[in-house]
């Protein structure tokens, strides 16, 4: 007789204790008898891309009771980086991370499940629970919430929430009236679902797509459309076939299958969020990534979207398009991927592929005529960064893929804003924000309210802004975040003054503070880093165990 995970619940005399809680659930002998799956719900009133995902737990569980499974359903947490964005409340966004993998992994543990499907959605959710199912390694299928619609302005025009919060720096340079700005704020965000560019949230829905740990369509249905209740309906039964054949998170997440989404990454021009979030996936799972072979990556692949922020299209034109396995089908063509490995369909990927089709080379580029050579994310290193940096290339002005200008220097993300809403920042110039680190924050915030008010401001093309801190998927410009070591570490981005000169060469991969090595070891000689921002709670906390950002910013 099968035996599953969960008799460790409810069989033998010694579980009848265990059997009698499942009873007070109102489980009948039959629903018991059969493999009890954990559907992950992320589910809440306060972030716009999860507000739905109780109609998708409850075709996941329609479709588990379908094939067989009795269902039970639990929470997981998730943050609104748009709502959580430039104030106090950004410092928990990354941290959130780590809590959701804990307590999904504490609850998938302590319960015994047979299998999980997990629904999330925005940002942190997504790279939470893929770290959960590394850890707890059962039978695990993903179905996300899907992207939000693009908006449309009065005029017509389409938008989204990168538009909006370039807007407001427009609004403070004089460009765009109050009308203009409500024009905006009414309009941006239409529907339910992650937002509708590539941003992080989607760009890891893509990604968990491309690594094998979902059914097609997972990154790019948009979350209105009838097709995603249709989706969670066929996850719900495929957990039960991953099931019966205990196909597990690690025999699908390899290095093979890493290496594959590093690819799709470069091809889709995802959020440099992605160069956080994968390697600390990889560690979960018992793989080791290098980031700085990310550009050994991008050097081969080549760039096939714009989405925005990078362009003027969104994830509904990508699905139209044929979504990510459209994008996987272009790259194989010059056998830029691992075909060879097994997915959470229950076959390879060379048999998901079979007969995809591109129905949009404007929105996919084939792959013989890309947006560019080369990948959408670069690693940078040298002196400033010895351990490196990440900027999104794809969403750089050709005119500052090289540059070179003076530091502009701030200790917080508040103090830059202020500078740049006051009209303190001038052409040429290069921002540094630091102590806003994984350990110096705490809590590594995102920085898309100085670079949207940059944007915003006209100033794309003639300003860069490099930080210890990270940025928003929905962040465009020369903006190069995660600098490593972080300022809080000791790092030389916390030696940096005002009026240096910054050399960044992006096409090369570098960037260099202008300073001798002599100055800089007087300079560190008498450095001393400032008082912890937060002493006491989960933040303290984070901050005494995370690892630098090119670690992913792990717990240690």
């Known amino acids: 007789m099968t035996k599953f995970r969960s008799d460790n619940i409810k069989k033998g005399v010694e579980r009848t204790p265990n059997l009698s809680l499942l009873y007070a659930l109102g489980f009948t002998k039959e629903e018991i008898s059969r493999p009890i799956i954990g559907v992950v719900s992320s589910f809440s009133e306060i972030v716009p891309g999860h507000m739905h995902l109780d109609k998708i737990a409850q075709a996941v569980k329609d479709g588990i009771r379908a094939a067989g499974g009795t269902p039970i359903m639990f929470p997981a947490i998730a943050v609104c980086d748009g709502i959580a964005m430039g104030h106090v409340g950004m410092k928990y966004s990354l941290v959130s991370r780590d809590l959701i993998a804990d307590?999904?992994?504490a609850m998938a543990m302590a319960h015994q499940f047979d299998g999980l499907v997990m629904i999330p959605n925005c940002d942190k959710n997504v790279p939470g629970l893929l770290m959960a199912a590394a850890r707890v390694n059962i039978p695990t299928i993903f179905c996300a919430g899907g992207p939000m619609l693009a908006g449309h302005l009065k005029d017509g025009r389409r938008t989204c929430l990168s538009h909006m919060f370039e807007a407001v720096g427009a609004y403070h340079a004089g460009k765009l009236d109050a009308a203009g700005v409500e024009d905006y704020t009414e309009n941006a965000c239409p529907s339910c679902g992650s937002c509708s560019g590539m941003y992080t949230a989607n760009s890891m829905n893509c990604l968990t797509e491309a690594i094998g740990m979902s059914l097609r369509g997972n990154g790019t249905i948009p979350a209105p459309y009838s097709a995603r209740i249709r989706l969670a309906k066929l996850t719900g039964m495929k957990i039960m076939e991953l099931v019966e054949k205990n196909i597990k998170?690690?025999?699908?997440?390899?290095?093979?299958?890493?290496?594959n989404a590093e690819t799709v990454d470069?091809?889709?021009?995802c959020s440099t969020n992605t160069m956080l979030h994968i390697p600390a996936i990889a560690h979960e799972a018992g793989v080791e990534i290098d980031l700085t072979k990310a550009n050994e990556i991008s050097s081969k692949t080549p760039n096939l979207c714009h989405l925005a922020p990078a362009g003027d299209?969104?994830?509904?034109?990508?699905?139209?398009a044929g979504g990510v396995y459209a994008v996987m089908a272009e790259l194989c063509k010059k056998n830029l991927l691992e075909t060879d490995i097994i997915t959470a369909t229950g076959k390879t990927v060379k048999e998901n592929l079979s007969g995809v089709k591109n129905y949009d080379e404007n929105i996919i580029r084939p792959i013989e005529k890309p947006f560019m050579q080369t990948g959408g994310i670069a690693v940078l290193k040298g002196n400033l960064a010895p351990d490196g940096c990440v900027v999104k290339r794809s969403a750089v002005a050709p005119e500052m893929m090289k540059h070179t200008g003076p530091a502009r220097v701030f200790d917080s993300e508040d103090e830059a804003i202020e500078a740049i809403y006051s009209k303190k920042i001038n052409p040429g110039d290069v921002v540094v924000i630091r102590y806003e680190g994984p350990k110096g924050g705490p809590g590594m915030r995102e920085m898309l309210n100085p670079t949207s008010a940059i944007c915003g401001m006209g100033l794309d093309t003639s300003v860069a802004?490099?930080?210890d801190g990270r940025f928003s998927g929905a962040t465009r410009g020369a903006s190069i975040g995660h600098v490593s070591p972080e300022a809080a570490s000791g790092g030389?981005?916390?030696?940096?003054?005002?009026g240096d000169l910054i050399e960044i060469d992006i096409e090369n991969c570098k960037i260099n503070l202008k300073v001798s090595d002599e100055e800089l070891n007087k300079r560190r000689a008498v450095w001393k880093c400032p008082e912890p921002k937060i002493k006491t709670g989960y933040l303290a906390r984070y901050a005494r165990l995370v690892s630098s950002a090119d670690k992913g910013a792990i717990l240690e």
């Open 492 to 498: 030389n981005i916390g030696l940096v003054n005002e």
């Open 465 to 467: 802004l490099i930080t």
């Open 249 to 259: 998170p690690r025999d699908i997440m390899t290095a093979k299958a890493f290496k």
């Open 103 to 105: 307590s999904t992994e």
């Open 266 to 269: 470069m091809a889709l021009g």
């Open 313 to 320: 299209t969104f994830m509904e034109d990508l699905d139209r």
